[in-house]
């Protein structure tokens, strides 16, 4: 049953890079740009952290408790709402997403409002830690304690962020950050 539900788990966090692809603007699909290291570091942090949650769960499981159901339940509800929240945000920002910690002023000319942006001034990355923090609690990794890390390497991606959007943007910017959390 774990290694069904793992599969399965696993299957839609690859549906996710699937929804990415295929709705990345026509910009990103230029190779020589995403050979550049500070690109790519995102992208390897997520796939090493996948693989060390999976060989986890497989080979060296948190023990087992009395809430292991709960935990479960919990943990795939999580992923569930993430996935939810992250392929929604996605397709909202359509062609003016980016990549984490860059704004490209000519591409990302708007500040999204609407959608998920309107609860969440980041819902993406928001989807994306309760897709992973779901993933491993449901699989019962130890990699959910890396979910500490994500958070620090997250805030400094978003805040780079919110200065370069400030920068950009202004006061209409800085209004929205006033008034819409973070993440939550």
Not at 110 to 117: D, T, W, Y
Not at 126 to 148: D, E, N, P, W
Request: proline share 4%; with cysteine.
């Amino acid at each position: 049953m774990q290694k069904i539900l793992i599969i399965i788990l696993t299957s839609g966090i690859i549906i996710l890079q699937i929804i990415w692809t295929i709705t990345a603007p026509k910009r990103y699909w230029n190779i020589k740009r995403h050979l550049n290291l500070e690109r790519l570091k995102t992208p390897f942090i997520v796939f090493i952290s996948l693989i060390f949650a999976i060989l986890s769960a497989f080979f060296f499981p948190l023990p087992q408790t009395s809430a292991d159901g709960v935990l479960k339940i919990i943990g795939i509800l999580l992923y569930v709402l993430g996935f939810f929240i992250s392929a929604w945000a996605k397709l909202e920002m359509r062609s003016i997403w980016g990549l984490p910690g860059q704004h490209e002023i000519k591409e990302q000319n708007r500040i999204i409002k609407s959608g998920p942006f309107a609860f969440s001034r980041n819902p993406i990355y928001l989807g994306l830690m309760l897709v992973f923090g779901g993933y491993c609690l449901a699989i019962k990794s130890y990699a959910v304690f890396l979910m500490i890390i994500h958070l620090l390497i997250i805030n400094k991606i978003v805040k780079k962020e919110e200065q370069l959007l400030e920068k950009h943007f202004g006061k209409d910017y800085i209004k929205y950050k006033n008034r819409v959390p973070r993440f939550i």
